[in-house]
C-alpha cells in the first residue's frame, strides 16, 4: 500500500441552480487558491461543452487565471478534447501558458467530445468534426509542435507554436478505457485513468496494461499513472451523504438530459424519489464516489490506490455548496498532506 499519496484536484467548475457561470469561476479560482495552501501537487479544469451545471467550457482561458491567483501549485487541463481543435493551436497555447508560468504547465489530453454528438458538430462548424481516428497522430504531432522537434518530413516542420521556453508542458493522455491506456504506453506518456467515470471495475486491468506495454520515450523514462476519484468528504458520514445528494440526482438529469438548470440542493435532492430503474442506472453506469467522514475517505483512498499500485490521486468534488466542497478538500487534506 502507497504509504503517502501525491493529490491532484480535478476541478468541473461546477454551477448550482440559481448561482451563475461567473460564480463558478470564481469559485474554481478560490479553490486553487486554498488548496495550494493545502498541499495538492496539482490543480487540472476541465472542459465541458452545452452543459448547465459545468462552467468549464475553455481550460486554457481559466488555467490563465488560475495561475495568476496562485504561486507553485501545477496547472493544467484534465483535458482537453483534442479532435475538437488544430494540435497547432493547442500547442500555442500551452506554450504561451507555460511562458507565463515556467515549469507549472501540465497538458491533459482526452479523445472524448466534452458534450453531445450535436455540440461536438457545432465545435467544427461550418468544416466537418476531425476524424477521431487521427487523434494519435493528432498527440504526435502537439507533442512535436511544444517541443519544436517534429521530424523534418513531416509538413510542418518549420514552424514554431511560439518563442522558445524553457521547460515543455507536461503531456498526459486521459481516459477511461483501453485504447487510451495503449496509446499512453505506445507513446511513452504518464496516463490518467478515470475511475470515476465509468468503467472502474476494470480500471486497475486497464492501467495494468498501459505499465506493460509502456515504451520509454523523451517525455518519460518509467509508466506512470494516475487515478481520478469523486470524493465527497464531510466531518460525518451524514453529513457527506447530504451533501452527495446533489451528485446523485444530477447523474440522472444528465443521463436524461435534463440537466438545464445547474445543480440542485440537497433540500431538493432528497425530495427526489429513485425509481427502480434510476437505482439500476446509478449501480451498472459504472460512475462510482467516495463518500463519508475523513477515516472513511482515507480508508477507501488508500483501498484504492493499493488497488491501481499507485501513489498518484486525482480528487473531483461536486456539490451545491462551495464550503462544503471547499471543506471536503481541507478534509482530505488534514489525512494525505502535512
Known amino acids: 500500500m502507497p504509504k503517502d499519496l501525491t493529490l491532484t484536484v480535478v476541478e468541473q467548475s461546477p454551477v448550482r441552480k440559481g448561482g451563475t457561470g461567473a460564480d463558478a469561476l470564481r469559485e474554481s479560482i478560490e479553490l486553487a487558491v486554498a488548496c495550494e495552501s493545502m498541499g495538492y501537487e496539482r490543480f487540472w479544469v476541465a472542459e465541458h461543452h452545452n452543459i448547465a451545471g459545468i462552467a468549464s467550457t475553455s481550460p486554457e482561458i481559466l488555467i490563465g487565471q488560475i495561475g495568476a491567483a496562485t504561486n507553485s501549485i501545477r496547472i493544467g487541463s484534465g483535458g482537453v478534447m483534442l479532435p475538437h481543435y488544430s494540435a497547432f493551436k493547442v500547442a500555442e497555447n500551452f506554450r504561451m501558458l507555460e511562458t507565463l508560468f515556467p515549469g507549472r504547465i501540465d497538458l491533459g489530453l482526452g479523445r472524448a467530445p466534452g458534450g453531445d454528438q450535436r455540440t461536438m458538430i457545432a465545435m467544427s462548424y461550418p468544416s466537418n468534426p476531425i476524424d477521431v481516428r487521427a487523434y494519435p497522430e493528432q498527440v504526435e504531432d502537439l507533442i512535436g509542435y511544444l517541443g519544436d522537434s517534429l521530424p523534418v518530413e513531416h509538413p ?9 521556453t524553457e521547460h515543455v508542458p507536461q503531456v498526459w493522455l486521459l481516459g477511461s ?13 504518464p ?20 505499465r506493460r506495454e509502456f515504451r520509454p ?11 481520478a476519484v469523486q470524493v465527497m ?3 460525518t458520514t451524514e453529513e457527506a451523504e447530504w451533501h452527495a445528494l446533489s451528485m446523485k440526482v444530477g447523474r440522472i438529469q444528465m443521463a436524461r438530459n435534463q440537466e438545464r438548470s445547474g445543480i440542485v440542493s440537497p433540500e431538493e435532492a432528497s425530495e427526489h424519489v429513485f425509481t427502480p430503474e434510476e437505482e439500476r442506472f446509478l449501480e451498472h453506469s459504472g460512475m462510482r464516489a467516495t463518500v463519508g467522514n475523513p477515516e472513511q475517505v482515507a480508508a477507501e483512498l488508500y483501498a484504492i490506490a493499493e488497488r491501481y499500485d499507485t501513489e498518484l490521486l486525482g480528487v473531483v468534488t461536486i456539490c451545491y455548496d462551495f464550503e462544503a466542497r471547499l471543506r471536503s478538500y481541507e478534509l482530505i487534506a488534514q489525512q494525505y498532506l502535512h
Do not use: K
Request: some cysteine.
Open 156 to 164: 510542418f516542420h518549420t514552424l514554431r507554436a511560439g518563442p522558445p
Open 233 to 235: 468528504c464531510a466531518q
Open 177 to 189: 478505457g483501453v485504447d487510451s491506456a495503449r496509446l499512453a504506453a505506445a507513446r511513452g506518456l
Open 217 to 227: 520515450s523523451a517525455q518519460l523514462a518509467e509508466p506512470r499513472a494516475h487515478v
Open 191 to 210: 496516463f490518467s485513468f478515470a475511475h470515476f467515470f465509468g468503467n472502474s471495475a476494470q480500471g486497475p486491468d486497464i492501467v495494468d496494461l498501459y
